[in-house]
């Protein structure tokens, strides 16, 4: 084997890895907190994780797969897992292809959680949809500003960053 195909297996083996672990720490998040993780009123301190994918786009997956896998422990069951799950997907690949900066990386999540999933409340357990949508934006922006105040405060620190392997947006700002 050829010393670039060597390491375009262990990339790839790297990639696989670190989304393995992203998702397994989103897991862990939403299983220690599930009082707040699940619900009409939620803070899922996991969704801090969406803006992973600001800074490496394959984390995508990661966050996705541990939102997946977060979800089967809802009381919602199935469609928890359907609808939660995309609705996470949406706000990764907005945050990763089309966020030009951290900031506006968080409102995504913040949308895209804050519509959809009550919409999910009012559909199945006939809670108030505007109600729900205050409850549940709040509780993401709460979630996701948790998220932004970590990089910012870490953005200093390229030894993070470079173990991560971060490839993208590695001089943000805001």
């Known amino acids: 084997m050829t010393t670039e195909k060597q390491e375009g ?5 790297y990639k696989i890895a670190t989304n393995g672990i992203v998702a397994a720490i989103y897991v862990v998040l939403c299983i220690i907190s599930t009082p707040f993780a699940y619900g009409d009123i939620q803070v899922r301190v996991a969704e801090a994780l969406v803006l992973l994918c600001f800074f490496r ?3 995508v997956i990661g966050v996705t797969l541990g939102c ?3 979800n089967m422990n809802s009381t919602l069951g199935p469609w928890d897992i359907l609808i939660g799950s995309l609705a996470t997907l949406a706000s990764s690949l907005l945050i990763a292809f089309a966020s030009p900066s951290l900031l506006i990386a968080v409102l995504w999540p913040v949308l895209f959680n804050g519509i959809i ?3 999910e409340l009012n559909w199945l357990l006939g809670l108030p ?3 729900c949508v205050l409850t549940v934006s709040i509780g993401e922006l709460v979630s996701v500003s948790l998220g932004y105040a970590l990089f ?3 953005r200093k620190k390229k030894g993070f960053f470079s173990a991560l392997h971060f490839n993208r947006h590695l001089d943000f700002k805001w």
């Open 129 to 131: 949809f505007w109600m």
């Open 152 to 154: 910012m405060a870490l």
């Open 9 to 13: 297996k262990s990339d790839l083996i």
């Open 68 to 70: 997946i896998l977060a």
């Open 117 to 119: 999933i009550p919409l």
């Open 57 to 59: 786009r394959d984390f």
